[in-house]
T-cell receptor, first 114, second 114 residues
Framework: DAKTTQPPSMDCAEGRAANLPCNHS???????VYWYRQIHSQGPQYIIHGLKNNETNEMASLIITEDRKSSTLILPHATLRDTAVYYC???????????????FGTGTRLTIIP | ETGVTQTPRHLVMGMTNKKSLKCEQHLGHNAMYWYKQSAKKPLELMFV???????ENNSVPSRFSPECPNSSHLFLHLHTLQPEDSALYLC?????????????FGPGTRLTVT
């Protein structure tokens, strides 16, 4: 699996957009970029994923560069409840009867400041 | 609520005890996972079941024994654990194990071995 690099921590003011970067320079063509977050002592929560195109859902937007070597997760209007550790993971697609596993790194600890 | 439930939420056990952790998913998924999260460490994958077959054992000691009687239920049987096994144990499920689909996590069981 491709490795990812994220800043260990970031702050963002409440109500502003939070932009979380991720580098995945060794990503290969069959690997998706996934984002999860973990609020203290809870199970991780899926946010969004993408392959090549930018994606948006009710939680966030995912911007993937054209060369796919980096991406940015955008939380458009951060609230205090968005304070969490955010994980960027690349996940390989394999055959229907195989298995693929998520490899979590240390993520970015995002703190939303009132 | 993610559709993945875990019981018990907290467990304290002695090193000579035998206990089991239970996970149930109500999402119709075919892949289920056990993860371990020790204090200040990334999540570590322990086991993967895809269509009820164990497809991954990530070098986990034999004192941890998984069981997947059907696609909706997953157990982790524990015996003669060590204090360093104290951690948050998380269960997750996904539509299948190919990597195309996001994983949904339960709230976890906080295990303390005394």
């Amino acid at each position: 699996d491709a490795k990812t690099t994220q800043p260990p921590s970031m702050d963002c003011a409440e109500g502003r957009a939070a932009n979380l970067p991720c580098n995945h320079s060794t990503i290969s063509g069959n690997e998706y970029v996934y984002w999860y977050r973990q609020i203290h002592s809870q199970g991780p929560q899926y946010i969004i994923h993408g392959l090549k195109n930018n994606e948006t859902n009710e939680m966030a937007s995912l911007i993937i560069t054209e060369d796919r070597k980096s991406s940015t997760l955008i939380l458009p209007h951060a609230t205090l409840r968005d304070t969490a550790v955010y994980y960027c993971i690349v996940n390989r697609i394999i055959s229907n009867f195989g298995n693929e596993k998520l490899t979590f790194g240390t993520g970015t600890r995002l703190t939303i400041i009132p | 609520e993610t559709g993945v439930t875990q019981t018990p939420r907290h467990l304290v056990m002695g090193m000579t005890n035998k206990k089991s952790l239970k996970c149930e998913q109500h999402l119709g998924h075919n892949a289920m996972y056990w993860y371990k999260q020790s204090a200040k460490k990334p999540l570590e994958l322990m086991f993967v079941y895809n269509f009820k077959e164990q497809t991954e054992n990530n070098s986990v000691p034999s004192r941890f024994s998984p069981e997947c009687p059907n696609s909706s239920h997953l157990f982790l049987h524990l015996h003669t654990l060590q204090p360093e096994d104290s951690a948050l144990y998380l269960c997750a499920s996904s539509q299948d194990g190919t990597g195309r689909y996001e994983q949904y996590f339960g709230p976890g069981t906080r295990l303390t071995v005394t």
